[in-house]
């Protein structure tokens, strides 16, 4: 009778509803976990039949309460964060190294002059003066030496960086496809595959946070996704392959379905792309800013020292050898310099200091330095340590706002795909009297179903 079938469908369709409620309560901390919701309909009567109210609900299947657009958003906010996230603690690094009196430039160079005006206002022939200049001058080649050592630590950090970003994000990769496969498999045979969609979901979300991405679905259920300059990276159950180079200058590529695609550095976008350009845009250009200062302070240097005499009445010798390149020894003094060397007399007159005093002269001198042009000596260190330091105030500003992004988009996706816990509970109670209501319709219709009989008989 149709009231017995209403009432025995209401009450499969509450248990389904239950089900998924309580699914949705166990799963309530529970990262990426999309909550579900049974979809009920209505079935009407028969055809030609207007006499019946209808037969019941059927559940067509559980629903994923999910919001393609703010997965979409959360993604992106993943790769912002990843983007600047990544080169700050090396922008740290480097302020507080390039900002510590014992280790920077500007106190080094102030320091050598400093020892050459001692020389300059008390004896130009005073031997332990002369060593003073020696010892400023070997402290002064060291600093720069230091520093270049910094750089190139954090060259090799991030080259060994990337190449584990490179790596993870390779099973990353793979483990979308897999899902993928899983998931096209699943919802060919109608068997519930969130569980998994979710899985893939989160994998998508850790591969934003290391490359600018772009996901579409497809027919089938499952995802493509690609870079954001095209490059497919999974397309349905096929994984790509990202492969980084092992050359001086490391470079990217990206394998598919048998063709090899250059990538730049900095496009791929998110923690490999923030990387790059850091090494691109602030990095090189520092170490060779520095590198400049010291070839050019040691080149106008021993220029000047090559115009003077020395103590034995010699032309004057270079100070200083600047090799470019060099992993630890980039400027230094050349070996076997005496303190009878240092060229300070312009006339080969004992006692002369018209040469030393064209050297003091030199600090005042501009020279030319990347990324700053034509900057005096005395100012250039200066001006190389306050721009790294915008350079770190600005990516620690573009870093708070992506979070600030990343933590609203992910709010916003949990406003809609998350787990509720006050309304959990309101639908259990409600799902609940559903069912004990579909009973009571039952117990109901057996009454009349047992009266009907009595009267009979």
């Given at each position: 009778m149709s009231i017995m079938n209403n009432a025995l469908s209401g009450a499969l369709a509450s248990q389904l509803a239950l089900a998924a409620t309580s699914q949705n309560i166990a799963n309530l901390q529970t990262k990426g976990y999309t909550r579900q919701a049974a979809l009920l309909t209505a079935i009407g009567p028969q055809s030609g039949n207007n006499r019946s109210a209808g037969n019941g609900v059927a559940v067509n299947n559980l629903m994923r309460i999910s919001d393609d657009y703010k997965n979409q958003q959360m993604w992106r906010a993943a790769s912002g964060v990843g983007r600047h996230a990544q080169s700050q603690p090396y922008l740290t690094q480097l302020e507080r190294v390039m900002g510590d009196d014992a280790a920077s430039l500007s106190a080094g160079v102030d320091k050598f002059f400093e020892a050459l005006n001692?020389?300059?206002?008390?004896?130009?022939?005073?031997t332990p003066l002369r060593q003073q200049v020696l010892t400023a001058a070997g402290t002064m080649a060291q600093r720069f030496n230091n520093l270049n050592n910094v750089f190139n630590a954090q060259l090799q950090s991030l080259r060994q960086q990337r190449s584990a970003i490179v790596s993870s994000a390779n099973a990353t990769i793979n483990n979308i496809a897999s899902l993928n496969r899983q998931i096209t498999i699943a919802a060919a045979t109608g068997t519930n595959h969130s569980a998994l969609v979710d899985a893939r979901d989160q994998a998508i979300d850790t591969l934003a946070s290391q490359l600018d991405l772009e996901v579409s679905d497809q027919p089938d259920g499952s995802r493509s996704v690609s870079l954001k300059t095209?490059?497919?990276l999974v397309i349905g159950a096929v994984p790509g392959k990202l492969v980084a180079g092992t050359g001086a200058t490391q470079t990217f590529s990206l394998e598919f379905a048998g063709t090899s695609f250059q990538l730049d550095s900095v496009s791929v976008?998110?923690?490999?792309?923030?990387?790059?350009?850091?090494e691109r845009d602030i990095l090189l250009p520092l170490q060779k800013g520095v590198s400049d200062m010291a070839e050019q302070i040691a080149a106008k240097v021993n220029t000047q020292l090559a115009a003077g005499f020395t103590m034995g009445g010699a032309a004057g010798?270079?100070?200083?050898q600047f090799?470019?390149?060099?992993?630890s020894d980039m400027l230094k003094i050349v070996a076997g310099y005496e303190t009878d060397d240092l060229a300070f007399s312009a006339d080969n007159t004992p006692g002369d200091s018209t040469n030393l005093q064209r050297i003091i002269a030199i600090k005042n001198q501009?020279?030319?330095v990347t990324s700053l042009g034509a900057v005096l000596i005395a100012d250039a260190d200066t001006q190389l340590t306050g721009k790294l330091a915008v350079d770190s105030q600005q990516n620690r500003s573009a870093l708070a706002t992506r979070e600030t992004i990343r933590t609203q988009s992910v709010d916003d996706w949990k406003?809609?795909?998350?787990?509720?816990?006050?309304?959990?509970?309101?639908n259990l109670v409600e799902f609940q009297n559903m069912y004990q209501a579909n009973m009571k319709v039952m117990s109901v219709a057996n009454a009349l179903f047992d009266a009907t009989l009595a009267m009979m008989a």
């Open positions: 001692a020389v300059a206002g008390v004896d130009p022939t005073s095209g490059q497919a976008g998110g923690q490999l792309g923030g990387l790059g350009a850091y010798g270079p100070l200083f090799t470019p390149g060099s992993p501009p020279i030319t406003s809609t795909s998350g787990v509720n816990q006050d309304e959990e509970a309101i």
